[in-house]
Structure formats: C-alpha cells, structure tokens
C-alpha cells in the first residue's frame, strides 16, 4: 500500500426531509447566496423546501449555472457576491452547479491578478468563502469532495482545480429530490459514477485488498442498482442506494494508499468542451477504448474486475480480458449510453484537433505510470472511433 | 436505508515515515502534551521519532496511561495540563491511550460540578481542547473516531462518552510502529476490529447493499490479514492492511444508514471490569452467545454473512447459521483467543453479579431492536459459560 493523507471533513445529511436541517449549519444572520442551474428545483418542489428552510436568512439567487458550468457565467456570481457582500453559498442541483459554486467561492475570496488562473495556471486557493451543498442529481460525487470542473466557452476549454478551502460545510442527499430526473442524466449519472470507481481501480495491484473490495463494493452496487435506477426513479430505497454509491464512489474512501488513473477523464473533457457530448457518454467512449490499449498494463485488475464485477472466470487471460471489456460496454449501452465516436457523429477531424490542443498545452505523461504521451491519446481516441 | 448524519474531520497520515509529519498539523508555538502508556514507545523508536518531530514545540508527558484507561489516571493528567496551560495533546499509543485523551480533552474544558459526569450521567461536551494522536496498535478504531471509553477503578465501572469535539485534529497510522507488538496484541486487536464491524452489520436488513458490502470488506480484509498479521508481525503490507481495516472499521463509513447493534460490547464491558480480561476477549466470548441466542432476528443477515464472508451455501438455513456461528469462533481460537467464559475462570457468580449490576444502573433495550432485556442478557451470558 501506498502512503497517504485523507481529509474529508463533509457532513452529510442523507435522506428524506433532510432540507430542512440545513438552518442548523449555516451561521445565523448569514446573507445566503443560493446558486442553481436551469430551474428545474422549481418544478419538483426542491427549491420550496429550501426558501423554506432559509426563511430566517436574508437571501440571493443566482440561476442558470449550466452544464459543465461556464467561467463566463460563474464570474457574474462572483462580481454580484463581491457587491452584495454574501457571507454563505448555497448550491442546489447537480454537479455541475456545486462545481461551478466551488469555484465561486474560491474566486469570491481570490486576491491575485486573474481568477482564471485558478484553473489555468493551477494557481493555488488559499481561502474561499464557506458554502453548502443540496443535491438533486447523483453523479459526479462533488457533494463530498473538494474538486471542481469549469468550462470557458470562449477559448473551449474544459479544466479543473481543487483545494482544501473547497470542500462543502454540509451536503443534503435525499432521494427523494431525484424523483423526477430525466431518465438520461439517470443513466448518465451511472456511468460517470461507475467511471470514477475504474479510474481508482483499474491500474495495477499495490496489496492493497481493502480499497479493491470497497471499490468493487461500489462497482457492485451501481452494476446491480443503476438499472433499476434507470427502470423506476421513484423507488426511494433504489434512489437511495444508487446516491450514497456516487458519492462514495468520489470522496476520497476509496482512493486512499492506490495509484490512480484519470487518463479517461482527461482525455473525454475535449470532447464535452469541443462538442458539447454529455461528460458521462464522453466517459464511455473512451473508457473501454483505453482499457483495450492498456490492457496489458492492467491485466492484474483487469481479471480481478472481471472475475469480481462480472463474474469472468473462464478462458485464457486475453479471452477473460476481453471479455471483461465487453462487459463493460454492454453495462454502459444497456443503459442507452452509447460507447463509440461515431454514435455522437464525431471523426477523425476531431482526433487531430484534440492532438493539436494536447501538443499546444503540452500534455504528457497521463495515466497511473504517468507514461500515456500524446501518440498514445490518438491511438486510444482512433479505438474508441 | 435509514436517514443518516455522517461526519468525521479527522485527517489521517498513513504511511512509513509519516510521524515527521506531525509538526505540520499543531500550531506553531503550542504547549504540547504527549500522553502514553508503559513505555513500550521508548523501547520501539516511536518515542524518539515523536520528539524529534515536536523539536520546536515546548513539550510535557505524562506517562501511564493503562490499559482500560483509568479515570483517576487520567485526571491526573488533567490536573497538570491546567495548571501548565497545555495548548496541544498528542496520544501516542493505542485505543487506550487515544480513549484516555479524549477523555482528557474534554475535561480540561469542562465547566460543571464534576467531570466524572460526562461518563456517569452523559452530561454533553461542549468544547475540548485539539489533539492529535500517533497509532501503535491497530483494534479500537479510536484514531479515527470520537468516541472514548474509560474505567473507574474505585467502582469498577467501564463507561463510554463521545462528541463532536472529541475528534483527533490528525492521526498518524505508521504500519512500522506495530512491527515490535506482542502477538496477543496483535490477535485481540484483529477480534475487535473484526466484532467493531459485526456490531454493524449482524443486525437486519434495511435495503442497503453498499455498506453491507463495505462491512463484508473490512471483514474478508480482517479474515485474510489477521492471522498474517499474528504470523509476521514485520511484514509491512500485511501490517498496513490490518491497520487500515482496523480504522475503516470503526470510523462511520459502514454505519451509516444500518442500524447497530453494540449489545456485545456493552455487556463485555462488564467482564473487564469486574475480572480485567482484555477487551477483545469478552467479545470473543459474548459475540458467539448473542448470535446464537438471536438468531432468529438476525436471520437475514447471518445467512449473507456466513456466504459472503466464509463461504456457507450449503444446507438448512439453520444448518447454514449454526456452521456460520462456528466459523466466527472458529477464526477467533485460530488467533488463539478463547471463546468462553471458563476458559477465563469465570462462573455463575459474575454473571449473576452482571445482572445485579445492570438491576442497579437501570439496564434495558439493548440491541438493534432494543428488545434484549436483563433477562436476556442473563441467557446470553449463561450461553457462554
């Protein structure tokens, strides 16, 4: 095993009726910004209970933080929170917004030349106002961790910070506000929670039997939860196992003392800056593409997955390997997210544009043994075609 | 799954080495308190690694913290912490040693009639000064918890208090440290951990797959690292699982939205403090007893856990719970701790002095439906003579 530290100081509050704890946690008198994205909270009643739970505070709004949420969009926040002198966030929604308000929160307190910097330039945060979380969409796991993913339109880039100034204080998770998600970001939020697990997992053995078990335990769930998920949103118990698994699946529990991947990820944000391709169907396009291109380097837990996870336990190494990949695939179209380029009419003419990018911002050295160089992107991005 | 609240702020430093870590995580210029027991630390280096590390802090010890930290000890140590004006404590030792502290924490701030009434009357903890602790012996969890259990000697009284103060700032987990622990050590810290998570998961089912396999994870890590760990106390891996498991066990993660069960500890308290056996030795001996004479509650969940953790798919359900049941006590002798009160030399007598004793305090509802009266509790124990 590998060392480490682990720090997540996150309180969450987890099921039905818990909006209404949150007055418990932010500071009385706080002038409360809440933050959320295209006003779907005020069709299935969350941002009721929430005014609710507030009516003792002084409050804002902020609407319309997108998907993949927009520097543009995120800087008005900041330069109306700076003005009306907010003391509390509030993000309410999915990941998108929680990740656009920890970089809000970070940039409201921000003393350096150009908040883009953040992201750009990796520029460290060293404060960042105090903000809370409601959660209406299980997916990315940013209710419980300290990351965040931001967009500029403007230049099409897609990149991410995180810091210790930027875990939420507090994080409602009730099921219940899941009941009348789109069946899409259901399956969506499946296979980007499933994609967090591998990116932990799928690297190569370090003894360390724990985090494997907990991490299939996440695999597990999401294989045997997600479709029922998909199948029946308001069955609360499915709900619910299938929110706590996304949020364990990015905390940090799972992580501890494991090298870990994240080539996937880096690679699938161009194609969501450059398309516009939902995160997670971005995901499972790439996913099983570099699986087959690294197969060997994770043959280890490659065949530990399978035989795990997928029950794979017959036939030679490279039969069980493939076998275990096509598993995956087919998870992810049983749930009607579609697994190559070409299904989101994206070509060849894509791959160089994405390898120029990579060339320009001298990308090297992703993956777990940090050795996937940029050929390597366009081999596996030529896979995935 | 039931609603749940789950926080823990502990910052964890995992890993060999990490002790030089410690001067990074307590403020410059605080007095330090190191607490610690025997004296096993000098012999072992981990006392010069911890000095060496606090170089450039004012430090004060205060040794002897048993075994079953004693209240009267530990408001020894109170005592001198106020009168020093101690701004920092460190506990260097195992679940006894970091128990003791908490205790101290919390008494050092305490402004009521008598400190004894955070234990007796679970008068609540408003405050407590920080503290961090330096793992040598992986079993209680209590590096990565808040909760504390201390015994009064003049009343042989073993009581626990816990709160949200109480918390450790950081832990250091060094696998290196326990290289040097005696075997029994080592096999009751393995007992404990593994009934921490039994008191957890043996309860019944509440549709909540993922912590049920997260329990089933730290208790397969615990089955297959255990008796390695007795074995070859040196070798690093095996160590470091065995001491991550240990803390997983007993840290939140498993407990959230389960019920609990903690009747077995509750009763086995008794035992050390009417006879001093060693903790993880009372459980061995109640746990067995409780499952038999709950089994029929528990159903559901000793089916799962004798297939998942040992391997039982065979025969009538009873058949199954009784084969189950004897592969708990079965892997509990294979660590060489017994698993019946005569083999402790105790009788009839304690038991009817335990209920007595329970009469007295006003004992009820114990156990996960709170339905295990004194009566019961006399069943249990004759089960186990």
Same mark, same amino acid.
């Given at each position: 095993m590998n060392n480490f530290t682990f720090y997540n100081p996150?309180?969450?509050l987890f099921g039905k009726?818990?909006?209404?704890? &949150?007055?418990?946690? &932010?500071?009385?008198?706080?002038r409360v910004? &809440? $933050?959320?994205?295209?006003?779907?909270?005020?069709?299935?009643?969350?941002?009721?209970?929430?005014?609710?739970?507030?009516?003792?505070?002084?409050?804002?709004e902020f609407q319309g933080i997108e998907p993949n949420p927009h520097y543009e969009t995120l800087m008005q926040a900041v330069d109306i929170a700076k003005r009306k002198q907010v003391d509390f966030f509030l993000a309410v929604g999915g990941g998108s917004v929680i990740d656009g308000t920890k970089f809000i929160v970070a940039a409201v307190e921000y003393e350096g030349a150009d908040?883009?910097?953040i992201l750009a330039k990796r520029e460290r945060v060293t404060k960042a106002a105090p903000f809370g979380a409601?959660?209406?969409?299980?997916?990315?796991?940013?209710?419980?961790?300290?990351?965040?993913?931001? $967009?500029?339109?403007?230049?099409?880039?897609?990149?991410?910070?995180?810091?210790p100034f930027t875990f939420p204080k507090f994080s409602v998770l009730d099921p219940e506000t899941t009941f009348t998600l789109p069946k899409r970001q259901i399956s969506n939020g499946v296979v980007d929670a499933f994609s967090h697990v591998l990116e932990q997992y799928l690297t190569y053995p370090v003894n360390s039997p724990l985090q494997d078990r907990m991490a299939e335990a996440v695999l597990l769930t999401l294989k045997e939860e997600g479709p029922k998920a998909v199948q029946n949103p308001q069955d609360y118990n499915t709900m619910a196992n299938f929110m706590w698994a996304a949020t364990m699946a990015l905390n940090g529990v &799972?992580?501890?003392?494991?090298? $870990?991947?994240?080539?996937?990820?880096y690679i699938a944000h161009e194609l969501t800056a450059l398309h516009g391709i939902d995160h997670a169907r971005t995901l499972a396009v790439v996913f099983p593409a570099l699986l087959r291109y690294k197969s060997e380097d994770k043959k280890e837990k490659l065949l530990q997955y399978g035989e795990r996870v997928w029950g794979v336990d017959r036939g030679t190494e490279d039969e069980r390997i493939e076998a275990t990949i096509q598993a995956t695939i087919a998870f992810f179209e049983s749930?009607?997210?579609? $697994?190559?380029?070409r299904n989101y009419e994206v070509g060849q003419d894509t791959i160089d544009t994405i390898i120029r990018r990579f060339e320009e911002r001298g990308v090297k050295d992703l993956g777990e043994r940090a050795d996937i160089q940029i050929e390597d992107v366009k081999q596996i991005l030529m896979l995935s075609l």
């Open positions: 996150v309180k969450i009726g818990q909006i209404s704890a &949150i007055a418990q946690e &932010i500071p009385a008198g706080s910004m &809440i $933050t959320y994205g295209g006003g779907s909270i005020k069709k299935n009643g969350v941002y009721d209970q929430v005014m609710e739970a507030l009516r003792d505070y002084e409050v804002l908040p883009w910097n409601v959660l209406t969409l299980p997916a990315t796991g940013s209710e419980m961790n300290s990351g965040a993913v931001v $967009t500029r339109v403007s230049t099409k880039e897609k990149l991410s910070f995180g810091s &799972i992580r501890v003392g494991v090298p $870990t991947d994240w080539a996937t990820h749930l009607e997210v579609q $697994t190559k380029l």
